[in-house]
Nanobody
């Protein structure tokens, strides 16, 4: 199984980007996005478990996660971007993830390679 993330880039503060992550060969019940800024630990951004979505407080109201099961793809629409959103964004996938661990790195068995998002001020 491979997860291929794309869509990162350089954008000005207040702008938008849309990330995509395609899973080869299968559909997962849960898919998520995490990010890692320079010098910081990887943190949860958003997840979708079947059709229910979950967000970190820092992105709630600005980011939207969605999925296209027919294409085994998850998307992250990022609006009103801030310089503090600058990070490498990783997609992740797994099955059987319980609600209390939906935001935990260890819950996801599969990871993409990351795509860099840079937000300039």
């Amino acid at each position: 199984v491979q997860l291929q993330a794309s869509g990162g880039g350089l954008v000005q503060a207040g702008g938008s980007l849309r990330l995509s992550c395609a899973a080869s060969g299968r559909t997962f019940s849960s898919m998520g996005w995490f990010r890692q800024a320079p010098g910081k630990e990887r943190e949860f951004v958003a997840a979708i478990r079947r059709s229910v979505t979950y967000y970190a407080d820092s992105v709630k109201g600005r980011f939207t996660i969605s999925r296209d099961n027919a294409k085994n793809t998850v998307f992250l629409q990022m609006n009103s971007l801030k310089p503090e959103d600058t990070a490498v964004y990783y997609c992740a996938a797994g099955d059987g993830i319980i609600l209390t661990t939906i935001g935990e790195i260890r819950a996801y068995a599969y990871w993409g390679q990351g795509t860099l998002v840079t937000v300039s001020s």
